[in-house]
């Protein structure tokens, strides 16, 4: 299975010229499932099927299953393209990722760089991090008329999931969360990229502070509302059958979260921006 994806707008690289338009790729699990290079695409091949090409040109970034095999060649041009891969497993867990190069925009990546270099730098952005997580936790509470005194980031991720319990049940709603977080954290990854912040400049990718991570955390809980309206309206629409609730499919919740782009990328972006502000006024 893969997932066509909504068009968007080619991200700054400098390496990719000219801005086009580009999209994520999903590719779903399949033993016989297999990813090379052809030429300027990537080309999926499945037994008993034709092959499918996409030019590397038209991808932002790719989402796959670890049970997808790849070759060696097709993993290097998508790094060489600044395409980032990311390998999930059955539950929606984030196995490994390739990350490309960076991209054009580096001043974020400069302005981490002498932050990081003070001595109290790892406290100052904690507390950046929990502040901003406490605002988007109380942001969600308001939408979904959480009581006032339970809006932190602890008491409402629990009515949260409680309410997601109740509509889909207590597997479905943590296997909607984790693929939903997965997902966030790939179009995060994507973005830091564009931002400077690639294979090559590993800061804020896989050290302290993990960016990706952490900003892709404070992103899911803006998606939060979206994904309990989705469930309950699943519901609604099975008791109407008079069916029990089915578990929604990977495409299903790829939908939905590629539903959301134009507000997931304003988000996103919302939240590197006032990062970037901090970074300056703390510098």
């Known amino acids: 299975m893969i997932v066509h994806t909504p068009r968007k707008k080619g991200s700054p690289r400098a390496e990719r010229g000219a801005a086009i338009d580009t999209r994520p790729l999903y590719i779903a699990p399949g033993a016989d499932t297999y990813v090379s290079l052809d030429?300027?695409?990537?080309?999926?091949?499945?037994?008993?099927?034709?092959p499918q090409?996409?030019?590397?040109?038209?991808?932002?970034?790719?989402?796959?299953?670890t049970n997808?095999?790849?070759s060696s060649p097709a993993l290097l041009a998508c790094a060489e393209r600044g395409i980032s891969v990311l390998?999930?497993?059955?539950?929606?867990?984030?196995r490994a990722r390739l990350t490309g190069r960076p991209g054009a925009y580096d001043e974020l990546y400069q302005r981490l760089t002498e932050f990081l270099l003070l001595p109290q730098a790892e406290g100052m952005y904690g507390y950046w991090f929990r502040n901003y997580r406490r605002r988007a936790a109380h942001w969600v509470g308001h939408k979904l008329a959480i009581p006032l005194e339970q809006r932190d980031p602890s008491n409402c991720r629990a009515q949260i999931e409680l309410r997601a319990g109740r509509y889909a049940g207590p597997a479905v709603a943590l296997s909607t969360r984790q693929w939903i977080r997965s997902l966030a954290f790939g179009w995060m990854q994507e973005?830091?990229?564009?931002?400077?912040l690639g294979a090559g400049q590993s800061l804020g990718q896989i050290g302290p502070p993990t960016?990706?991570?952490?900003?892709a955390e404070i992103l899911i809980w803006y998606l939060e509302p979206a994904r309990l309206g989705w469930l309950r309206s699943r519901q609604m629409?099975?008791?109407?059958h008079g069916e029990p609730v089915r578990p929604p499919t990977r495409r299903e919740v790829v939908s939905l979260f590629e539903s959301r782009h134009i507000r997931v990328a304003e988000r996103g972006r919302e939240i590197t921006s006032t990062l970037h502000r901090w970074l300056i006024h703390e510098t």
């Open 39 to 50: 030429g300027p695409a990537l080309c999926i091949s499945r037994e008993e099927r034709a």
């Open 53 to 65: 090409l996409f030019p590397l040109q038209r991808l932002s970034r790719v989402v796959t299953a």
């Open 68 to 70: 997808v095999g790849w």
């Open 87 to 94: 390998f999930l497993d059955e539950q929606g867990e984030i």
């Open 191 to 196: 973005h830091l990229q564009d931002l400077g």
């Open 211 to 215: 960016l990706a991570r952490d900003l």
């Open 237 to 240: 629409a099975a008791r109407s």
